[in-house]
């Protein structure tokens, strides 16, 4: 298995390329069952998962093609995927293939939607709390579709088809808004979907599908209008920056100082995590190409936040956000709100010499600790890439272990590190 190794003190400088999104590249891969035409996604970034979600949807009979380089393109360019699912060839997506990626179960959207039937496995994932699938099941029922559990597997039917219908969800939940959303497009009548996710994901994927055809109102804002059509067709559509793995290089430029360009990144998508970094001193500047984030010679300061659905700080970012406090001057508090396990990292972190209490959900960091490389082991995406940024701050040298995890969400991290001056690599086997 994989390990990367750092050995820690470097400042970074230079430019790091931000990839296209993971988190909107698999729901828009997914709406590829929605249609027999072909559907072209520019900027899919080169992950674990997005291969993994290749299986699933060949599974289903989707064929895709990737495009070549082109001339003035580099290895840090994102795919140009074509993907068409001319005959959908099987309904189950089976445990074997859903259970390492929990958004492989929103497949259950499109299929219900276009074949009137789904098997699918309930679904696995990150270790990071329990993530029950009651919204999906609830809100496909408003749909239209019976629902049973059987041997492990959420069987969903819809004889005539979905039917419109107003879902409220009982809490934000991104994924079951993609999943609602992708079934609605092909439903009969009008949905409404309350309480939905406003993740720039979830717009994302409605701006596809709309130049596929369908009819949509509302994605951004907590009321989605979906007027039902009956077919859609063929799209292409660009995959939007990654704002996690934005937010992820500017915290470790924040942890470690330096300057650096944040290429092709969004500061629109992050305006939370941005203007806190700014609260604490770090040098946050919107340019044309990017982001360019600044910290040189300058303090620290400590920082209170909460996790929250989108326009909020996001949970991905939580782990990372920990892992610069430690450098702080004075105490901070993370609360964590969107999942009841995502403290993994802690222990993790406190094997460099973090200085972290938890109290539930509320974590306190005494910063200023003095960070000391030793071996860690990742336990989930977001907290392995903590580790990375706390090895980068760390005296001497880290090794990271399970660094698949990484591998899930994170485009060629060890070279974008490494072309700004970090001293870190990948050792295989
Ligand atoms: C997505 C993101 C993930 C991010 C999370 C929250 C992708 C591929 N993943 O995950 O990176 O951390 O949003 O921003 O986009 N819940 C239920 N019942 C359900 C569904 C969800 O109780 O049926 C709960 C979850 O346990 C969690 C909360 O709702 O406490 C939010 O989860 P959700 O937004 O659904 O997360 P994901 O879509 O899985």
């Known amino acids: 298995m994989d390990r990367i190794r750092i050995v820690g003190g470097q400042r970074l400088n230079g430019t790091i390329p931000i990839s296209?999104?993971?988190n909107a590249a698999l729901p828009l891969m997914i709406?590829?069952?929605?249609?027999?035409e072909t559907l072209t996604l520019e900027n899919?970034?080169?992950?674990?998962?997005?291969?993994?979600?290749?299986?699933?949807?060949?599974?289903?009979?989707?064929?895709?093609?990737?495009?070549?380089?082109?001339n003035g393109q580099d290895g840090m360019t994102g795919q140009t995927v074509h993907l068409s699912a001319r005959a959908i060839v099987d309904t189950t997506a089976p445990y074997?293939?859903?259970?390492?990626?929990r958004a492989s179960f929103w497949v259950i959207g499109p299929l219900l939607a276009r074949m009137g039937e789904a098997r699918v496995s309930l679904p696995g994932g990150c270790a990071i709390g329990t993530r029950p699938v009651d919204f999906f099941i609830?809100?496909?029922?408003g749909l239209g579709a019976e629902i049973d559990i059987d041997a492990g597997y959420v069987v969903a039917r819809a004889r005539k088809g979905m039917q419109g219908g107003r879902v409220v969800l009982p809490k934000v939940s991104v994924g079951a808004t993609h999943t609602l959303l992708m079934a609605a497009t092909l439903a009969r009548g009008e949905t409404v979907i309350e309480n939905a996710a406003r993740e720039p994901e979830i717009v994302d994927l409605a701006r596809c599908l709309m130049a596929m055809g369908a009819r949509i109102e509302g994605a951004g804002t907590s009321t989605i209008h979906v007027e039902g059509v009956s077919r859609l067709g063929g799209a292409r559509h660009r995959v939007l920056p990654d704002r996690i793995e934005t937010g992820t290089y500017a915290m470790a430029v924040a942890t470690v100082g330096g300057d650096v360009l944040l290429e092709g990144a969004s500061a629109d998508l992050i305006e939370a995590p941005l203007a806190l970094l700014a609260g604490a001193g770090v040098g946050v500047e919107r340019t044309n190409s990017g982001v360019r984030i600044t910290r040189n010679g300058h303090g620290l300061a400590p920082v209170d936040v909460t996790?929250?659905?989108?326009?909020?700080?996001?949970?991905?970012?939580?782990a990372q956000l920990m892992a610069m406090t430690t450098r702080a001057d004075g105490v901070s508090h993370i609360t964590e709100t969107i999942f009841e396990n995502r403290f993994m990292h802690v222990q993790e972190l406190a094997r460099l010499g973090a200085r972290i209490t938890l109290d539930g959900q509320r974590a306190t960091i005494e910063g200023g600790a003095k960070l000391k490389g030793a071996p860690v082991m990742a336990t989930d995406l977001r907290a392995s890439v903590s580790l990375v940024i706390a090895g980068l701050a760390a005296e001497g040298e880290t090794t990271i272990n399970r660094v698949y995890h990484l591998d899930r969400g994170f485009e060629r991290l060890e070279d974008k590190l490494g072309r700004c001056g970090a001293e870190i690599e990948r050792i295989s086997g």
Request: hydrophobic share 35%; net charge negative; proline share 7%.
């Open 20 to 22: 296209g999104a993971k």
């Open 96 to 101: 074997e293939l859903v259970s390492t990626m």
């Open 31 to 36: 709406a590829s069952l929605l249609t027999d």
């Open 138 to 141: 609830e809100g496909l029922k």
């Open 307 to 318: 996790t929250a659905p989108f326009p909020g700080f996001p949970t991905d970012l939580q």
């Open 44 to 70: 899919v970034p080169r992950l674990r998962d997005v291969q993994q979600l290749f299986h699933i949807l060949s599974n289903h009979g989707v064929d895709h093609s990737i495009e070549g380089k082109r």
